[in-house]
């Protein structure tokens, strides 16, 4: 091989951090965020205004899970967020869940700040909603299930060392409140019946709480309706018509 000869031009792999804030498709947002700390505003499919958000498999929080786990982690969805929120390029959000709970701190972080958004939101579950993954299906303005998929309901877990005094029952108490009363204020579901569901001992094996299954979780008052894509995104699309005539 002659070595005088040219090599082939190379892909600039480079990018600039000013390159990715400007118009780049909503692929490359979670990347932004991993590797510069930024987001770029996602981008809704041309001739929509929707963008669509998946909160699936475990929340990750403050601790790393194992590279195995399908993850969800706070620190791509919360800058997301704001970015929707400032976007002039999108009207709503849907948000499709299909989640086993996971880190209870992040998971009422994502929903505190989908319920503070200024832009109709609509949540389906497909799957499940389980664990804390029930803040997150409650937290949107309105709420569809598939009629398949199951909402597990459960006081809050600890693993790892825990003292057994007074104070761990407070801590554990206080927190279990916050998940409560957020979910409370987002449905119609009363405290009462909430703790029913919560501590019921005659539904999970070696444990406490109960599993809802799509028309159960409705006639509880925690969703609003049975339903699929398709009525997902209809009703998203009229909460979005409502506000555009509002503000008109």
């Not at 909402?151 to 279990?176: A, S």
């Not at 979780?217 to 894509?229: M, P, Q, R, T, W």
């Amino acid at each position: 091989m002659d070595n005088n000869q040219p090599h082939p031009q190379q892909p600039n792999q480079q990018v600039q951090l000013g390159q990715l804030d400007k118009g780049q498709p909503a692929g490359n947002t979670a990347n932004n965020i991993k590797e510069f700390g930024s987001t770029s505003t996602p981008v809704p499919p041309k001739g929509s205004s929707i963008h669509c958000m998946t909160i699936i498999g475990q929340i990750e929080g403050h601790m790393i899970l194992p590279p195995q786990n399908k993850t969800t982690k706070y620190e791509h969805i919360l800058p997301q967020l704001a970015a929707i929120e400032q976007s002039e390029e999108i009207d709503g959000l849907l948000l499709v869940l299909n989640t086993v709970g996971g880190d209870v701190e992040a998971g009422l972080a994502i929903a505190e700040m989908i319920s503070s958004m200024s832009k109709p939101s609509v949540s389906l579950i497909l799957g499940g909603g389980h664990s804390i993954g029930v803040p997150l299906s409650v937290c949107a303005d309105y709420s569809y299930i598939a009629s398949t998929a199951t909402m597990t309901i459960h006081p809050i877990r600890m693993t790892g060392m825990v003292v057994g005094g007074p104070q761990t029952y407070e801590y554990f108490n206080k927190m279990q409140e916050r998940i409560s009363n957020f979910i409370t204020a987002h449905t119609s579901v009363t405290k009462e019946r909430l703790n029913e569901l919560l501590y019921n001992t005659n539904e999970l094996a070696n444990d406490v709480g109960t599993v809802l299954i799509g028309s159960d979780a409705v006639k509880n008052g925690l969703i609003k309706e049975v339903g699929g894509l398709q009525q997902a995104l209809s009703k998203l699309k009229k909460l979005i018509q409502q506000k555009k005539e509002g503000v008109e």
